[in-house]
């Protein structure tokens, strides 16, 4: 037990008891019901909270090596063993690392095509602010790796004297980098986080010389890393546990670029390429620009086309480099329809803006989802997102596309729900897709998101108490005169029919608060759908402060009692911050 005291009206002090964390009715009903039972945690841990045998072992195994909180007495196998004190049991139900709310493992089959899976994807990795005047540098790329991205973006472009590659954002004001640099900092973090394959997407706006250059420094940089693919065409992408460790090169072959300069040049009505991205314009202008941020309809004009090799252009421009290419970006020509059919002996990547995307879901969305039961779409943020906020994911998973490009400088909601989708599956950085998005019926049919469907599951969560804000913040982080008012935002993120948000009562002047309060939530696609949580500190004349905040992907919690530890609006897990909630399936 403890106490706070806080200064009023300058001379006045008021003391607060703060009592320790005390356990819920749930938890003290649950240990009297085995507390003369020396076996009891095993079987608790087996049959309440649902975990496999295996699973029961290995937590039993750390307690016994006296993890933490000194309750490695409670799982001894002795009959002679002391009962567990309610004190040790709540220790061990409100450890995040005893008892998460989801599990920290690779599980999912990770043998099926690179299309089969959503893949956790960056967009101008580069960038260390907004997308117009910040810095170009290899820390954000280095911080997106650490967090578990597995598709690093970046913008090639000539240096000033024309003999070397920068990366940065054409056509704005932001500040280059050396590309080399960019390599040499993927190549020593590319695998920090997971070894599952770490994609590089480059867009390229180089000429043949540099394009040479750039395959010797990738070749010379990641050496056997570097997944070199069969000259064939793919009819197939390989899977994820098939390049383990390996870094494999996404972008439009070398040709595809020529005929885009061709086509910048015919409409700018200059005979001088080289003159493009040096325009002026803060429109981005790069090897994507038919699919760009700042051009949100599919070119339909007629135009030469470029699928069939130029054989003298091969012998002019740097072959090495194309034979780098894994995923192969093509480039959407014409109407939507013809971008996106599906071409049976070979698979490429799409790229779409959001804006794009919306349009063709609402035109195409069968279309779309075909498309990518076999290839990949990659969704960017639209080119007026200049401050690197982000979109709601949601319509682009509904649809099965991969890589849902994301601004991870961009620490906004959506940013939120991507990290929380991605702590999924181990948090490797690949999720493989629910089976509806891969099925096709014998009519063709596919999966329709729009459709009105049946709940398949009701999730209950309770929230029973929250603990550490007084170890992880000062005492007057929240209020100047009196310990917080906390309360608790649950809720789904998911598709229309499944998305709300609920919230606990408010209680005052505690660092602990106890809720122990239940909501229930009816879902239609659990298989894409996200737990939010997150606490506020309630503030009568202000906006609310920040208490905390996690996503949870619900198809893979962990039934039962959990404590669920809580992060800062960066994603960052703080050292003390979790609440106890209990999540059951009915």
């Not at 005979?271 to 949100?296: F, T, V, Y």
Request: charged share 25%; with cysteine; glycine share 6%.
């Amino acid at each position: 037990m403890g106490s706070y005291a806080y200064k009023y009206c300058m001379c006045f002090t008021r003391k607060f008891r703060s009592p320790d964390a005390q356990p819920p009715p749930d938890v003290r009903a649950a240990h009297l019901s085995f507390a003369s039972d020396a076996h009891a945690l095993r079987r608790f841990v087996a049959g309440v909270q649902g975990e496999s045998p295996a699973d029961v072992d290995r937590i039993l195994a750390m307690l016994s090596g006296g993890h933490s909180h000194g309750i490695a007495r409670l799982v001894t196998r002795s009959p002679a063993a002391s009962t567990p004190t309610l004190e040790d049991f709540l220790a061990f139900l409100f450890s995040p690392d005893l008892n998460p709310p989801i599990a920290h493992q690779v599980h999912q089959d990770m043998s099926a095509p690179f299309s089969h899976y959503f893949v956790f994807t960056g967009h101008n990795s580069y960038l260390t602010g907004n997308q117009l005047n910040s810095d170009s540098s290899d820390v954000p790329i280095v911080k997106a790796l650490q967090g578990g991205v597995r598709v690093i973006e970046l913008d090639m472009w000539p240096n000033p004297s024309k003999d070397n590659v920068d990366i940065l954002h054409g056509g704005t004001l932001t500040a280059p980098v050396e590309m080399i640099k960019c390599l040499k900092s993927i190549k020593e973090y590319a695998f920090c986080a997971s070894n599952y394959p770490l994609v590089i997407t480059l867009e390229d706006h180089l000429t043949p010389d540099l394009q040479a250059k750039v395959a010797t420094m990738l070749t010379e940089t990641f050496g056997d890393l570097l997944f070199v693919p069969n000259p064939d065409p793919m009819k197939e992408f390989p899977s994820p546990a098939s390049l383990m460790k390996r870094i494999i090169i996404s972008t439009k072959p070398p040709q595809e670029y020529k005929e885009f300069l061709k086509a910048e040049n015919n409409r700018s009505g200059s005979g001088n390429i080289a003159e493009l991205p040096d325009q002026g314009s803060l429109r981005r202008i790069d090897s994507n620009a038919d699919e760009s941020d700042g051009k949100d309809e599919l070119d339909e004009q007629d135009e030469e086309d470029s699928d069939s090799d130029d054989p003298k252009f091969q012998q002019d421009t740097a072959c090495e480099y194309r034979k780098l290419i894994t995923i192969q970006a093509g480039k959407p020509k014409g109407h939507l329809r013809d971008a996106l059919k599906v071409d049976p002996d070979k698979v490429r990547r799409l790229s779409l803006s959001e804006t794009q995307l919306a349009k063709a879901t609402i035109s195409h969305g069968a279309e779309v989802i075909r498309f990518t039961q076999k290839n990949i779409l990659r969704v960017y943020p639209k080119g007026t997102r200049v401050n690197s906020s982000n979109y709601d994911p949601m319509n682009a998973w509904t649809h099965g596309a991969q890589m849902v490009a994301f601004n991870m400088q961009g620490h906004d909601k959506a940013l939120r729900l991507m990290q929380g989708f991605f702590r999924a599956n181990g948090g490797c950085g690949y999720v493989k897709k629910p089976d509806f998005l891969l099925r096709t019926g014998p009519n063709g049919e596919v999966f329709d998101p729009k459709a009105s469907l049946p709940v398949k599951k009701t999730l209950k969560v309770k929230v029973y108490m929250g603990d550490g804000w007084r170890m992880d913040f000062s005492k007057t982080h929240f209020d100047a005169f009196s310990p917080p008012d906390f309360y608790t935002r649950v809720g789904i993120a998911g598709v229309k029919a499944d998305s709300v948000m609920k919230k606990t009562r408010v209680i005052e002047d505690q660092w602990v608060p106890m809720w122990d309060e239940e909501f229930t939530f009816l879902l239609t696609v659990p298989e894409l759908a996200l737990l939010r949580v997150e606490v506020q500190e309630y503030d009568m004349s202000e906006k609310h402060d920040f208490g905390g905040q996690t996503v949870l992907p619900v198809w893979e919690l962990k039934q039962g009692i959990r404590a669920v530890p809580l992060h800062d609006r960066k994603g960052v897990r703080y050292k003390s911050v979790r609440l106890l909630m209990r999540f059951d399936f009915v």
